[in-house]
């Protein structure tokens, strides 16, 4: 019997500092799109995924966000917030700060990222235990900051190297995961290797990766974006906004329907 995956873990402990930098002030979480804050995008495939529980993770004028995103809050989640005090080192700290709050495999995601509702679906339908499964998108001419994109090297199905400098790469990591609990363990792995006790993310990958349990899932035509810079900003809104007219005109003209 497949084990239900009902936990998430966000991370949202950053500055948003790009942002910051062209004088947007908000917290990229309930940065305004399409009226509504990009977070609740997230929470929004979450709960239609079955996620019953999140841990947010939080840094950055950690109070602050936290009263912002309250409201926002569906009421079929439990929320934990988690406060991360090394913020400012690699978001690898802030997924260990969360490991006391889960207590199996869960989805983790980030809290400046946008995706079709149907990723974290197929990603739930598809991973499988004691692996990390990634979202991986293989549309690189579609990706709007290539350089900036975390990037994968697989073979078949298993991711063997990832990077943002890799030069010989044929996906893209989307920031979605479905992650096992001994992913930790790579995590802390990383960080105890590193002078600063330090680690990102990508190192705790990279370290499950080289035992051959990273498995790369392919979204195929779906739609994600991450917001970083005002222009991605305009741009997953564009999307968000073609889609939502495309939602539109599928959807039978009842009017119509009940005058024939």
């Given at each position: 019997m497949r084990e239900t995956i009902s936990e998430a873990v966000i991370l949202m402990a950053g500055s948003g500092s790009r942002l910051r930098e062209h004088g947007e002030n908000r917290f990229k979480p309930t940065l305004s799109l399409l009226g509504r804050p990009l977070i609740s995008y997230t929470f929004d495939a979450l709960t239609n995924a079955g996620i019953k529980k999140v841990s947010a993770l939080l840094g950055f004028e950690a109070?602050?966000?936290?009263?912002?995103?309250?409201?926002?809050?569906p009421p079929q989640i439990e929320i934990a917030w988690v406060y991360n005090s090394e913020w400012q080192k690699q978001n690898g700290l802030?997924?260990?700060?969360?490991?006391?709050?889960v207590s199996g495999r869960f989805i983790l995601t980030?809290?400046?990222?946008?995706?079709?509702?149907?990723?974290?679906?197929?990603?739930?339908?598809e991973t499988q235990?004691?692996?990390l499964t990634v979202a991986i998108d293989r549309k690189l001419k579609s990706i709007f900051d290539l350089?900036?994109?975390?990037?994968?090297q697989l073979?078949?199905?298993?991711?063997?190297?990832?990077?943002?400098?890799l030069q010989t790469y044929n996906a893209i990591d989307t920031g979605l995961f479905v992650c096992p609990p001994q992913f930790f363990d790579y995590l802390e792995t990383a960080k105890y290797a590193s002078e600063r006790n330090d680690c990102s993310l990508a190192d705790g990958v990279r370290?499950?990766?080289?035992?051959?349990?990273v498995r790369g899932i392919d979204i195929g035509e779906r739609w994600w974006q991450d917001v970083d810079t005002p222009e991605m900003l305009a741009h997953a809104e564009e999307q968000l906004?073609?889609?939502?007219?495309?939602?539109?005109?599928?959807?039978?003209d009842r009017g119509n329907r009940a005058q024939n």
């Open positions: 109070d602050a966000l936290q009263n912002a995103l309250q409201p926002i809050i802030s997924v260990l700060a969360a490991k006391p709050h980030m809290g400046d990222h946008l995706f079709d509702p149907s990723i974290v679906d197929l990603l739930v339908r235990p004691r692996e350089n900036d994109a975390m990037k994968l073979e078949s199905d298993r991711v063997v190297a990832i990077g943002k400098q370290l499950m990766a080289e035992a051959g349990a906004r073609t889609r939502r007219d495309q939602l539109a005109s599928a959807r039978p």
